[in-house]
């Protein structure tokens, strides 16, 4: 497995920014698909945006998509998340998640992964 630390969260007002960004330890980082998602107090984990292995491929909800960007460093082996216009309803715990590449379907998944950050917390205020 991959021992994965985010870091990055905070509070920030609607339509700000912020970037989050998440370390991976382990020689095969450059293998592993990458992925973030958020759970609200309540809801269940959803996904936000994913990378396949080499960086070529990216996905995102349909909900952050055209404001959140997904990159991979694999010289830093890290993975960040650019969220822009941020809105309230994006206030969650945002958690950095690692595994094989299986396919599209699978990186919207939680079942897709098998390495898990412990979670930042962003909070959008209106």
């Known amino acids: 497995q991959v021992q994965l630390v985010e870091s990055g969260g905070g509070l920030v007002q609607a339509g700000g920014s912020l970037s989050l960004s998440c370390a991976a330890s382990?020689?095969?980082?450059?293998?592993?698909?990458m992925g973030w998602f958020r759970q609200a107090p309540g809801n269940e984990r959803e996904f936000v945006a994913a990378?396949?292995?080499?960086?070529?491929?990216?996905y995102y909800a349909d909900s952050v998509k055209g404001r959140f960007t997904i990159s991979r460093d694999s010289a830093k082996n890290a993975v960040r998340l650019q969220m822009h216009s941020l809105k309230p309803e994006d206030t969650a715990v945002y958690y950095c998640?690692?595994?094989?590449?299986?396919?599209?379907?699978?990186?919207?998944?939680?079942?897709?992964?098998?390495?898990w950050g412990q979670g930042t917390q962003v909070t959008v205020s209106s």
């Open positions: 998640a690692a595994g094989r590449d299986t396919g599209s379907y699978w990186l919207t998944k939680t079942r897709g992964y098998d390495s």
């Open positions: 990378t396949n292995w080499n960086g070529d491929s990216t």
């Open positions: 382990g020689r095969t980082f450059s293998s592993y698909a």
